[in-house]
């Protein structure tokens, strides 16, 4: 699956990219992000739940498998996860297999340069580029783009 993507020849930049934003996460990131990737505000019963009501896909199973403790060999890619990756704030698009797979490939690879689950690291560097790149910074680079 990987190979068909247009991104498969760019994943060891994207895994660059992930490694360059992780770097500045700080601790106390670090340590909230892996809380934040463990849903702590939500019960397992409910998360479950609320898991059979969104439509399946590469993302919704992601999530379930990180959710269900897998953090070392599946990790989720949502829409920051691929903007960090691809070096791009205003990338907002649903992702099909193929990509996807390609974005969570670098993460794969990032994390094993640092010895990290790859589940971890885009939890770390999910918060890391929302706080470098806040919303109203966002509107603000799509209005003058």
């Known amino acids: 699956m990987i190979n068909k993507s ?3 020849s760019r994943i060891p930049e994207m895994t660059r990219n992930v490694l360059r934003v992780y ?6 990131a670090n340590v909230a992000c892996i809380v934040a990737a463990l849903s702590p505000q939500v019960s397992w019963e409910r998360n479950l739940v609320l898991l059979t009501v969104f439509p399946g896909g590469p993302k919704v199973n992601s999530f379930a498998a990180n959710l269900a ?3 070392g060999s599946i990790v989720t890619i949502d829409a920051h996860a691929a903007q960090v990756a691809l070096a791009d704030v205003l990338f907002n698009k649903s992702l099909p297999w193929s ?3 390609c974005i969570a490939r670098a993460y794969i690879n990032a994390a ?5 689950a790859p589940a971890h690291l885009q939890a ?3 918060l ?3 706080r470098i790149h806040p919303p109203e910074v966002k509107r ?5 783009s």
């Open 6 to 8: 247009p991104l498969a």
């Open 23 to 28: 770097r500045l996460a700080t601790d106390s």
């Open 69 to 71: 403790g897998d953090y």
């Open 99 to 101: 990509p996807y797979a």
């Open 112 to 116: 094993k340069r640092i010895d990290v």
């Open 124 to 126: 770390v560097c999910w």
């Open 128 to 130: 890391t580029w929302k």
């Open 140 to 144: 603000a680079i799509r209005r003058e």
